[in-house]
């Protein structure tokens, strides 16, 4: 089964926590850094189309 989740590039991140704000599955958190957990994770794009600093990617 292909692994649903997104990477963050942290050189970018702002930390403003949009994304989990804006993610349907509740799939973020924002721990010391943005994670994803890839059991909830439907890789609907919503958070990267979202990011304003362009952070977000999706994993393959
Ligand atoms: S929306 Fe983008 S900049 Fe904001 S916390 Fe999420 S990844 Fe970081
Ligand atoms: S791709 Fe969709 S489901 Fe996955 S973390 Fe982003 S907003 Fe949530």
Redesign the pocket.
């Known amino acids: 089964m292909m692994i649903?989740?997104?990477l963050v590039n942290n050189s970018k991140c702002v930390k403003c926590a949009g994304?989990v704000s804006?993610?349907?599955?509740?799939?973020?958190a924002l721990k010391s850094e943005i994670v994803?957990?890839e059991k909830?994770?439907?890789?609907?794009?919503?958070?990267?189309t979202?990011c304003p600093a362009g952070a977000?990617r999706?994993k393959k």
């Open positions: 649903m989740s997104v994304c804006v993610c349907p599955k509740d799939a973020l994803c957990d909830k994770c439907i890789n609907c794009e919503i958070c990267i979202f977000l999706i």
